[in-house]
């Protein structure tokens, strides 16, 4: 050892040295400096750091980092649903990163990284799932801007990037989806902290699932086609929660495929190559690896799981000219184009619009038609035994009900009103307030029960890792869920208490504007 400098306090009467206050010591090799710190680990000095120009393997096991993090940890581990959880999880990544050079640092130095990552290990599996075959992901715990939604621009972005730089579609693929999986870390922990809005959360997923989708779908014509002609223009289609930026931690997206042949193009080639191209995006996304599958549903199509996968722009023409009956019109009230041929896109939007936006509004007999599938919905299709006022998505007060209430709005006054054509379920309540169709009140009550069954069906998710539209009944995991919602660790009654007060309220208004009572 090599002293370089040392620094004393002294006293002021005298001038005496008093005691040492300061010592630098420099070492020759990393073996020499191991042991200069597990001796001064065991000596009990409390405050003392090691530097080095490279990274030393077991310096922060010789320092006794993780020895010294523990007991503070052991109590916020405590604090969350579930302690154990939490240990095994930090155990788990500490193993994968123990012999980073930085890891355990951050974790001294960062005391807030420390604490959010025991919330989050104590309460979430699906959070837990997504960081442990990634645990650097744990860096962005470290400031509230890490965790905020990326936009869908610099989402897309990083796709790019990605494309450049590999050459496979499949590598291409595997990439998009290690991205998304950072992607539904950030969002899942800003969730569970509450650094970020439910609403945003949704934005943010639905972001996150486009880019993806863009990406997938590139590497999907590379795939079928490789250097070969495209046949054929392609689009992309959102429905449902994916159309209305609206997603959840369980939600698939939902979509439509349209094409269209080149000029000079075979049809029939084209339209075996445009589905070819739709299989392989599912397939590219949808199958099981390390990285989680995006679910792609394309049941909202026409004729549903029994028609063609992909239709061309003139045959769902046909089709809705045709054919269409209410329910559809008003599932296309979502539909939004997010990736493939912008012009495409444009005009199948543009086909659509008289359908879901009807120049002279809903006709009585769409009108009864709308309310008898609703009221069929709400007595077939709830699970069997469930409580249905305990059922978020169906059950009464529930997603269901605020969202068909908007759309009954949209197809009633859409064409003349152009604020009411709009994807958000939100934002047409806005909309409809602007417009005198709602009154403050009862928007502010649709709203309130829209975005708590929205919270709770994202926490449960969360929570256990897997997707239900219940809300808990089970001690733990409404202890959960609570915590996940901020209510504390002993906070599903509460939540469930309240759930059932706000959801009342949204179906007296629902029954209503929508039924007429």
């Given at each position: 050892m090599t002293t370089i400098a040392t620094q004393t306090r002294t006293t002021a009467a005298t001038g005496a040295p008093a005691r040492l206050n300061c010592l630098l010591a420099e070492y020759e090799n990393p073996a020499q400096l191991l042991a200069a710190a597990e001796q001064i680990r065991d000596k009990g000095y409390r405050y003392w750091d090691c530097h080095t120009p490279f990274p030393v393997h077991g310096l922060d096991q010789a320092m006794g980092i993780q020895r010294t993090l523990l007991p503070v940890l052991l109590g916020w581990f405590a604090d969350g649903p579930d302690p154990d959880a939490g240990l095994l999880g930090f155990r788990q990544v500490s193993d994968d990163l123990g012999a980073t050079p930085w890891y355990l640092r951050l974790l001294r130095d960062e005391s807030i990284v420390a604490e959010r990552m025991a919330h989050i290990l104590s309460s979430s599996c699906y959070a837990t799932d997504l960081l442990l075959p990634a645990p650097a992901s744990v860096q962005m715990l470290a400031a509230d801007d890490e965790l905020a939604p990326r936009s869908l621009e610099s989402l897309t972005t990083e796709v790019d990037a990605i494309a450049t730089r590999h050459d496979l579609p499949e590598a291409i693929v595997a990439a998009i989806r290690a991205m998304r999986r950072k992607e539904l870390f950030r969002l899942a922990t800003g969730e569970i902290l509450g650094t970020t809005r439910a609403t945003d959360v949704g934005r943010g997923l639905t972001d996150v699932a486009t880019a993806s989708i863009d990406g997938a779908l590139r590497a999907a014509w590379q795939?079928?086609?490789?250097?070969?002609?495209?046949?054929?223009?392609?689009?992309?289609?959102?429905?449902?929660?994916?159309?209305?930026?609206?997603?959840?931690?369980?939600?698939?997206?939902?979509?439509?495929?349209?094409?269209?042949?080149?000029?000079?193009?075979?049809?029939?080639?084209?339209?075996?190559?445009?589905?070819?191209?739709?299989?392989?995006?599912?397939?590219?996304?949808?199958?099981?690896?390390?990285?989680?599958?995006?679910?792609?549903?394309?049941?909202?199509?026409?004729?549903?799981?029994?028609?063609?996968?992909?239709?061309?722009?003139?045959?769902?023409?046909?089709?809705?000219?045709?054919?269409?009956?209410?329910?559809?019109?008003?599932?296309?009230?979502?539909?939004?184009?997010?990736?493939?041929?912008?012009?495409?896109?444009?005009?199948?939007?543009?086909?659509?619009?008289?359908?879901?936006?009807?120049?002279?509004?809903?006709?009585?007999?769409?009108?009864?038609?709308?309310?008898?599938?609703?009221?069929?919905?709400?007595?077939?299709?709830?699970?069997?035994?469930?409580?249905?006022?305990?059922?978020?998505?169906?059950g009464p007060g529930g997603l269901s009900d605020v969202e068909w209430v908007a759309q009954l709005l949209q197809l009633q006054h859409a064409h003349q009103i152009r604020d009411l054509q709009d994807t958000s379920t939100l934002s047409v309540l806005d909309a409809a307030v602007a417009h005198s169709l709602l009154s403050v009140q009862d928007a502010t009550t649709l709203r309130s029960s829209w975005e708590m069954a929205t919270s709770i069906r994202n926490a449960v998710m969360l929570a256990r890792g897997r997707p239900s539209d219940m809300v808990p009944t089970d001690p733990r995991e409404a202890m959960a869920v609570g915590f996940i919602l901020g209510r504390g660790a002993r906070g599903g009654t509460e939540m469930r208490e309240e759930y059932l007060r706000v959801s009342r309220r949204a179906r007296q208004v629902m029954e209503r504007v929508f039924y007429g009572e």
């Open positions: 795939s079928v086609a490789g250097g070969d002609e495209h046949l054929a223009r392609f689009a992309v289609i959102a429905m449902g929660r994916f159309g209305g930026g609206e997603l959840g931690f369980a939600s698939d997206a939902d979509v439509m495929f349209v094409y269209e042949a080149l000029p000079d193009a075979d049809e029939t080639e084209a339209g075996k190559q445009a589905f070819a191209v739709a299989n392989e995006l599912r397939a590219l996304l949808m199958t099981a690896s390390t990285d989680p599958a995006l679910e792609i549903d394309a049941d909202l199509r026409p004729e549903g799981k029994s028609g063609p996968l992909v239709r061309t722009l003139d045959s769902y023409q046909s089709y809705y000219a045709r054919w269409s009956s209410p329910w559809e019109a008003q599932a296309l009230l979502r539909a939004r184009a997010v990736a493939g041929d912008p012009d495409l896109g444009s005009r199948f939007i543009a086909m659509i619009d008289p359908l879901r936006y009807p120049i002279k509004g809903l006709a009585p007999d769409a009108l009864r038609e709308m309310r008898r599938i609703k009221a069929r919905m709400e007595s077939e299709r709830l699970p069997r035994g469930a409580d249905p006022r305990l059922h978020v998505k169906l």
